[in-house]
């Protein structure tokens, strides 16, 4: 029964070493506090300059790794507003593959909001999906392990229900953006990690620029402080998002 036993674990323990290697994962919680929020909190048909806006967003990250290659980040979310409480849930995934090293990947996304209560106003929810290219074009190190990369990142849209404009009231048939392009800068200077993503969004009516950014500094033992800001115009219209929040890590 021993010869058996010591013959198991001699076959078992590569094996099991190997499946740790082939999958890892990491997550992290995130609490946000809007302190600029032009977006309105409930999707609505007929919007008014007196809709609320969420104070709140609270969401849950997921990051998988695949036999190295193959990575999986999810993160669903929900807005929270004095005055509808929980009153948008979302969820963001995109699936990437190490084309050629750290340097190309390629991906497939989905992200998909709607309104909590199933008695909101009738535009209940939208979802996009798409494919994407990133680049890691340039790395340029700083010093230690003080690097910056530089990406571009196309993507393409194979369906997209968000409309293209901003309006004060919808009729259902408004454009969609069709492809997006993103020039990302990702700094880490000591503790210090910083995100900057412009893009363009392309459409058969308006066309959407904006900028997307985070900064986050670790504080103790996985709690990090973050801020972020998003921010776009179309045809000189433009909403600004800002928050500030705590990060969670764990393994």
């Known amino acids: 029964m021993k010869q ?5 674990l001699i076959f078992a323990i590569p094996k099991i070493a190997y499946a740790q290697e082939d999958f890892s994962m990491s997550g992290e919680a995130r609490v946000k506090q809007f302190v600029v929020m ?12 007196y809709d609320s806006t969420p ?6 990250s997921g990051h998988f790794h695949f036999w190295r290659k193959l990575h999986l980040d999810a993160y669903p979310y929900f807005w929270y507003s004095q005055e509808n409480k929980i009153a948008r849930v979302g969820l963001f995934g995109e699936f990437h593959y190490d084309l050629w090293g750290d340097w190309l990947d390629v991906g497939f996304g989905h992200h998909s909001w709607h309104n909590a209560d199933e ?15 990133e680049l890691n074009f340039w790395n340029i190190s700083l010093g230690g392990e003080n690097h910056l990369d530089l990406f571009l990142k196309p993507l393409y849209y194979v369906q997209n229900a968000e409309p293209a404009e901003l309006k004060t009231i919808y009729d259902g048939d408004e454009s969609a953006a069709y492809a997006k392009i993103s020039l990302g800068a990702k700094l880490n200077y000591g503790s210090l990690d910083l995100q900057l993503w412009p893009y363009a969004e392309f459409s058969d009516g308006p ?6 950014a985070e900064i986050s500094y670790p504080l103790y033992r996985g709690f990090s402080a973050f801020g972020d800001l998003h921010y776009f115009t179309i045809d000189n219209e433009d909403r600004w998002m800002i928050g500030i929040g705590i990060i969670i890590r764990f393994k």
């Open 207 to 212: 066309d959407r620029y904006g900028l997307k």
């Open 119 to 133: 008695h909101s106003p009738s535009e209940s929810g939208r979802s996009q999906n798409w494919f994407s290219m």
């Open 4 to 8: 058996i036993i010591a013959a198991f």
């Open 55 to 60: 104070d709140q967003e609270v969401g849950l």
């Open 38 to 49: 032009d977006e309105p909190d409930l999707m609505k048909m007929d919007y008014s300059s």
